[in-house]
């Protein structure tokens, strides 16, 4: 069974820093792209970041471009979210998420998310 | 950037069939794809590259693509199926991947 656990959530000062981190297990990892999804409270869902199975390719809302950076340790199973000059608007529950990479003639290229984690909460408030 | 357009409610009696659309520019050249979320709950994928449903999944639920509209179809609507809904499309132009507003279930 596949299971996405984020860590890393809780409350930061406007402008301060935090490092999420998501632990994957009952999957091979390194052989999944991953991303990050997060859900402000009472709204929809924000897709943030996301990153190729070898880390060869990143891609970055650009809500979050030049201030979050999207890694992972594929010998420790983990992904890392590192969140710098936070703002009140960056509140939200943050979901790890496994991506679907794909390409078709008929479409073209193609991204979606199978598999969540259960989300950890970040709360940017002075 | 790319926009996609979901009502924000929709109501249904158990046992009929709910429809459930999402607008885009062209979304038909797009693969569309579902989700569904309850409360202090993950989002599941209920349907994706359009049509297709992960294991699991019940086949009241269906999808279709067409032209500016896709629409999550969900037949013989059952009371656990009241949720908030998301359609989810790959921008190819921006590499971003994009989310529709969201529409909540009511089932009444």
């Given at each position: 069974?596949?299971?996405?656990l984020?860590?890393?959530?809780?409350?930061?000062?406007?402008?301060?820093?935090?490092?999420?981190?998501?632990a994957?297990?009952g999957?091979?990892?390194?052989?999944?792209?991953?991303?990050?999804?997060?859900?402000?409270?009472?709204?929809?869902?924000?897709?943030v970041?996301?990153?190729?199975?070898?880390?060869g390719?990143?891609?970055?809302?650009?809500?979050?471009k030049?201030?979050?950076?999207?890694?992972?340790?594929?010998?420790?199973?983990?992904?890392?979210?590192?969140?710098n000059?936070?703002?009140?608007?960056?509140?939200a529950?943050?979901?790890?998420?496994?991506?679907?990479?794909?390409?078709?003639s008929?479409?073209?290229?193609d991204?979606?998310?199978?598999?969540?984690?259960?989300g950890?909460?970040?709360?940017?408030?002075s | 950037?790319?926009?996609?357009?979901?009502p924000?409610?929709?109501?249904?009696?158990?046992?009929?069939?709910?429809?459930?659309?999402?607008?885009g520019?062209?979304i038909?050249?797009?693969?569309?794809?579902?989700?569904?979320?309850?409360?202090?709950?993950a989002?599941?994928?209920?349907?994706?590259?359009?049509?297709?449903?992960?294991?699991?999944?019940?086949?009241?639920?269906?999808?279709?693509?067409?032209?500016?509209?896709?629409?999550?179809?969900?037949?013989?609507?059952?009371?656990?199926?009241?949720?908030?809904?998301?359609?989810?499309?790959?921008?190819?132009?921006?590499?971003h991947?994009?989310f529709?507003?969201?529409?909540?279930?009511?089932v009444l």
């Amino acid at each position: 069974e596949v299971q996405l656990l984020e860590s890393g959530g809780g409350l930061v000062q406007p402008g301060g820093s935090l490092r999420l981190s998501c632990a994957a297990s009952g999957m091979t990892f390194s052989n999944y792209a991953m991303s990050w999804v997060r859900q402000a409270p009472g709204k929809g869902l924000e897709w943030v970041s996301g990153i190729s199975a070898s880390s060869g390719s990143t891609y970055y809302a650009d809500s979050v471009k030049g201030r979050f950076t999207i890694s992972r340790d594929n010998s420790k199973n983990t992904l890392y979210l590192q969140m710098n000059s936070l703002r009140a608007d960056d509140t939200a529950t943050y979901f790890c998420v496994r991506t679907v990479i794909s390409f078709s003639s008929e479409k073209g290229n193609d991204y979606y998310f199978p598999y969540w984690g259960q989300g950890t909460l970040v709360t940017v408030s002075s | 950037s790319y926009v996609l357009t979901q009502p924000p409610s929709v109501s249904v009696a158990p046992g009929q069939t709910a429809r459930i659309t999402c607008g885009g520019d062209n979304i038909g050249s797009k693969s569309v794809h579902w989700y569904h979320q309850k409360p202090g709950q993950a989002p599941v994928l209920v349907v994706y590259d359009d049509t297709d449903r992960p294991s699991g999944i019940p086949e009241r639920f269906s999808g279709s693509n067409s032209e500016n509209t896709a629409t999550l179809t969900i037949s013989r609507v059952e009371a656990a199926d009241e949720a908030d809904y998301f359609c989810q499309v790959w921008d190819s132009r921006t590499v971003h991947v994009v989310f529709g507003g969201g529409t909540k279930l009511t089932v009444l």
